[in-house]
């Protein structure tokens, strides 16, 4: 993780990839998940944030509960790291 990235910057990136939160993916597959979008949005977050809010205007009806998910997922992937180092 970047140490300039947010728990807010990395849910956007996670949010626009294709991991779901019905697969109950394991940490490592959601920073595999973050880098691999990362590298595909050039390496800046901030181009993320135009699908994130692509997403929301196509599909409002599931927009709140993905974010949340994304949230709570980078939110527990990254205490994990820290919490093992």
């Known amino acids: ?3 300039t990235m947010s728990v807010s910057d990395l849910a956007k990136v996670l949010f626009v990839t294709e991991l779901q939160a019905s697969e109950n993916p394991s940490a490592d597959r959601i920073r595999a998940a973050i880098e691999c979008r990362l590298r ?3 390496g800046n977050h901030a181009d993320c944030t135009v699908y994130v809010a692509q997403e929301a205007g196509d599909h409002p009806e599931t927009y709140a509960t ?3 998910w994304a949230l709570d997922a980078v939110a ?3 205490s994990l790291v820290t919490a093992a180092a």
Do not use: E, I
């Open 1 to 3: 993780m970047s140490a």
């Open 40 to 42: 595909a949005c050039g």
């Open 66 to 68: 993905r974010m949340r």
């Open 76 to 78: 527990r992937t990254y």
